[in-house]
């Protein structure tokens, strides 16, 4: 059974930080990465990572956020900086196989708010 399992959501105060964790169980993804979705508004991308080190990121979180990985745990992270209200919302971890597109797994979400 694939799993994959986020911690570390919260409030937190505008110019604060979080760190995010992800663990994926059943499966060894080629591709994880973070998506968010606020409120009303569709799935997006935020950074993703490959387990050679491969990044992307989001214009609106470049600067601010830093995805990171270890292999040996099969887990992402994502440290959270300078954080805005704008960043408020439920962000989901995702696996796959493809830096082309969006995985097929999902995590069940953690969410994120920033207050101003």
């Known amino acids: 059974q694939v799993q994959l399992v986020e911690s570390g959501g919260g409030l937190v105060q505008s110019g604060g930080s979080l760190r995010l964790s992800c663990t994926a169980s059943?499966?060894?993804?080629?591709?994880m990465g973070w998506y968010r979705q606020a409120a009303g508004n569709e799935r997006e991308l935020v950074a993703t990572?490959?387990?050679?080190?491969?990044?992307e990121y989001a214009d609106s979180v470049l600067g601010r956020f830093t995805i990171s990985r270890d292999n040996s745990k099969n887990t992402i992270y994502l440290q959270m900086n300078s954080l805005k209200p704008e960043d408020t919302a439920v962000y989901y971890c995702?696996?796959?196989?493809?830096?082309?597109?969006?995985?097929?797994?999902w995590g069940q979400g953690t969410q994120v708010t920033v207050s101003s």
């Open positions: 995702n696996g796959g196989y493809s830096i082309w597109a969006r995985g097929d797994y």
């Open positions: 059943g499966r060894n993804f080629y591709v």
């Open positions: 990572i490959t387990n050679d080190n491969k990044f």
